[in-house]
C-alpha cells in the first residue's frame, strides 16, 4: 500500500484557539468591524434581515427601491418617507447589549486596536469604547444641520418632529432646506477620518467581523486590508461577504450576544462580560 501523503497543512483555527492566542499575547491589536446586527437585540431592526428588517418593512411607502429612504439625492426632493420610519431609527436611552459590553470588555484589556462602527445608535461608546478607539463610519446621529445651508437645528425641536413623522425645516431666513441628521447617506462621502483609520488595519494580528451583511462599500472591504495570515472571525447570524473563505478564519454563526458569550468564556471572561454588562 501507498505510504501516507505528508502534510504540510496547519491545523485550521478554533474559536479556543484564537482565545489561546488572545490569553498568551500572541494577539494584542485586534480590529473590529461591527453592522446593524449588534444591535438588534436592544430593539434597533437592522436593514436587512427579512420581515424585521426595515428594508421589508417599507413596501407601503412605494419607494423606487429600498435604498431611496436613504439616498441623499431622494431626500433632497422627498424626505417625507424618511420622517415617516425616523422614529425607529432615532437613538433613544436603549440599553447597549452583551456584543456593545464585549467590545468595551476588549479596550479595557487594551486589546482593541480600533473599531470600524456602521451603526448610528452611538451604543458602542455607551458601553464604554473610548470614543478615539471609533470611527463612526456612516456618521452618529447626535446632531442635525439643514441639508441645503447646513445651520444647527436644536435637539428638541428634532425629537419633536421626529416623534410627529413631521419633516423638520430650517430655521435660518430665507432658507427652506430640509434637516437631515449627521448621518451618511447613500450617495454622501464618508468621515474624513476613514482613510486615515484604515491605516490601522495592516497593524492588526487579528480581524473580528460582528452583525454585518458586508453588503455597504467600503465598509465592506475592511476585512480584506488584513496582512496575509491574520486570522478572522466572524460572528453573524449568517454567512457574509468572503468571511470563512480562507484558512485561518473561524466562524460563529447565529445570535451575536451568544457568539461573543462563547468567545468570552473561550477567554476565561465569561463573568467579567456579564458585570460590565450589568453595569452599562
Ligand atoms: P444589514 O445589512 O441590515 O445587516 C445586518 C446583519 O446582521 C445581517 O447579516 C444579519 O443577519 C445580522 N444580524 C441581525 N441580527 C443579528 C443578531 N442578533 N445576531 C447576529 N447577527 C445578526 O446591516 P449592516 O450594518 O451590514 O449595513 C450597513 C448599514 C445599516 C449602515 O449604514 C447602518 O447605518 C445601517 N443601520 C444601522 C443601525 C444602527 O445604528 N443600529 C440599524 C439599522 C441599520
Known amino acids: 500500500s501507498n505510504?501516507?501523503?505528508?502534510?504540510?497543512?496547519?491545523?485550521?483555527?478554533?474559536?479556543?484557539?484564537?482565545?489561546?492566542?488572545i490569553k498568551t499575547n500572541q494577539i494584542t491589536r485586534i480590529i473590529v468591524l461591527t453592522g446593524a446586527g449588534i444591535s438588534t437585540s436592544a430593539g434597533i431592526p437592522d436593514f436587512r434581515?427579512?420581515?424585521?428588517?426595515l428594508y421589508d418593512r417599507l413596501a407601503p411607502l412605494k419607494l423606487p427601491s429600498p435604498e431611496s429612504i436613504f439616498h441623499i439625492s431622494y431626500f433632497s426632493h422627498s424626505p417625507e418617507p424618511f420622517?415617516?420610519?425616523?422614529?425607529?431609527?432615532?437613538?433613544?436611552?436603549?440599553?447597549?447589549?452583551?456584543?456593545?459590553?464585549?467590545?468595551?470588555?476588549?479596550?479595557?484589556?487594551?486589546?482593541?486596536h480600533f473599531l470600524f462602527t456602521q451603526n448610528i445608535d452611538g451604543l458602542e461608546e455607551d458601553a464604554g469604547v473610548p470614543a478615539e478607539k471609533i470611527l463612526w463610519t456612516h456618521g452618529n446621529w447626535k446632531d442635525q444641520h439643514c441639508s441645503k445651508c447646513k445651520s444647527a437645528y436644536p435637539d428638541?425641536?428634532?425629537?419633536?418632529?421626529?416623534?410627529?413623522?413631521?419633516?423638520?425645516?430650517?430655521?435660518?431666513?430665507?432658507c427652506d432646506g430640509a434637516i437631515k441628521p449627521d448621518v451618511v447617506f447613500f450617495g454622501e462621502s464618508l468621515p474624513e477620518e476613514f482613510d486615515e483609520k484604515v491605516k490601522l488595519i495592516p497593524e492588526a494580528d487579528l480581524m473580528i467581523v460582528m452583525g454585518t451583511s458586508l453588503r455597504v462599500a467600503p465598509c465592506s472591504g475592511i476585512q480584506r486590508m488584513m496582512g496575509p495570515g491574520v486570522p478572522r472571525v466572524l460572528i453573524n447570524m449568517e454567512r457574509c461577504g468572503d468571511m470563512g473563505s480562507q484558512d485561518g478564519d473561524v466562524c460563529i454563526l447565529g445570535d451575536c450576544d451568544e457568539g461573543v458569550s462563547e468567545f468570552a468564556e473561550a477567554l476565561g471572561w465569561g463573568d467579567e462580560l456579564k458585570a460590565l454588562w450589568e453595569e452599562v
Open 83 to 112: 420622517y415617516a420610519i425616523a422614529q425607529a431609527r432615532h437613538p433613544t436611552t436603549l440599553k447597549p447589549t452583551l456584543s456593545h459590553a464585549f467590545l468595551a470588555l476588549l479596550a479595557k484589556k487594551n486589546l482593541l
Open 3 to 21: 505510504p501516507p501523503i505528508p502534510t504540510t497543512a496547519k491545523p485550521k483555527n478554533t474559536i479556543q484557539s484564537i482565545a489561546d492566542r
Open 49 to 53: 434581515t427579512p420581515k424585521t428588517g
Open 156 to 174: 428638541n425641536m428634532m425629537r419633536k418632529a421626529i416623534r410627529a413623522g413631521d419633516v423638520p425645516y430650517c430655521l435660518a431666513p430665507k
